[in-house]
């Protein structure tokens, strides 16, 4: 479980951009709060922060022609099981969208895909 830096989401190969958005998906739902150890700072942040991550992942999407469920473009939308926010407040959103998202970050990720023998160049 992990969220991949936002500056390689352009360039993630087709599986881990797939993934990502299947980890978004249910980090908004009935993952919300749910504890692992690589996303937890995530839940220190308003939803709505996720929200904005997961449109950048949905945008790179649709730009290599995959359709995605039009009820994720929604913010208070939270999947089949999970209640749907009321009203979640939007934010203005500062790049990086997550803090923790920062050049050491950058690196880690780069290196754990190199690890499964994925070579991106940014």
């Known amino acids: 479980m992990r969220l991949w ?3 390689m989401i352009s360039i993630l190969p087709k ?4 993934g990502q ?4 998906c ?7 709060n749910k504890k692992h150890k690589t996303v937890d ?23 290599r022609g995959y359709r995605v469920s039009i009820e994720w473009r929604d913010k208070n939308y939270r ?11 939007e934010k203005r959103i500062e790049r990086p969208i997550y803090k923790e998202h920062n050049a050491e970050y950058l690196l880690e990720c780069i290196e754990n895909l190199r690890n499964k023998g994925i070579k991106l160049e940014l």
Not at 21 to 24: A, I, N, P, Y
Not at 26 to 32: F, H, S, T, V
Not at 43 to 60: A, K, R
């Open 5 to 7: 830096h936002e500056q």
């Open 15 to 18: 599986n881990q951009l797939l």
């Open 21 to 24: 958005h299947r980890e978004c």
């Open 26 to 32: 249910a980090l908004r739902g009935n993952g919300w």
């Open 41 to 63: 700072y995530v839940f220190s942040y308003s939803p709505y922060h996720l929200f904005t991550y997961h449109s950048l992942v949905m945008d790179e999407m649709e730009k």
């Open 79 to 89: 999947g089949k099981t999970a209640e749907n926010y009321d009203n979640l407040e």
